[in-house]
């Protein structure tokens, strides 16, 4: 007689997607069982374009100081990757930070 479990599933997914065609992502999903063992084995597919998704950065996007919020444009001038924010100047990027403003540069 085999008895029902209540499974308690450990599950492993790969950090990339094991596939990716122009529309389509695929990733295949592992599973066992910590109480009886089971293993189950899926692939899981989703459409990047779907109405779920959420676009991040349109292509079109144009971008403001995260200071000042002067217009800069699809191509801001400095980028910080360390804040993820966006400057038209080094004053702007100085202030935002917290630094002193070198008044020389200018």
């Given at each position: 007689?085999i008895k029902d479990?209540?499974?308690?599933?450990?599950?492993?997914?790969?950090?990339?997607?094991?596939?990716?065609?122009?529309?389509?992502v695929?990733?295949?999903?592992e599973?066992?069982?910590?109480?009886?063992?089971?293993?189950?084995?899926?692939?899981?597919?989703?459409?990047?374009t779907?109405?779920?998704?959420?676009?991040?950065?349109?292509?079109?996007e144009?971008?403001?100081?995260?200071?000042?919020?002067?217009?800069?444009g699809?191509?801001?001038t400095?980028?910080?990757?360390?804040?993820?924010?966006?400057?038209?100047?080094?004053?702007?990027?100085?202030?935002?930070?917290?630094?002193?403003?070198?008044?020389?540069?200018?």
């Amino acid at each position: 007689m085999i008895k029902d479990c209540e499974h308690e599933f450990d599950m492993r997914m790969p950090y990339a997607p094991e596939s990716m065609d122009g529309t389509y992502v695929h990733v295949q999903i592992e599973a066992t069982c910590e109480k009886c063992n089971m293993e189950i084995l899926t692939d899981y597919s989703w459409e990047v374009t779907g109405v779920h998704g959420e676009i991040v950065q349109d292509a079109d996007e144009e971008y403001e100081c995260d200071w000042c919020n002067a217009d800069m444009g699809a191509h801001p001038t400095i980028t910080d990757d360390m804040y993820g924010a966006h400057f038209c100047c080094k004053e702007c990027q100085a202030i935002y930070r917290g630094e002193e403003v070198d008044e020389e540069e200018e």
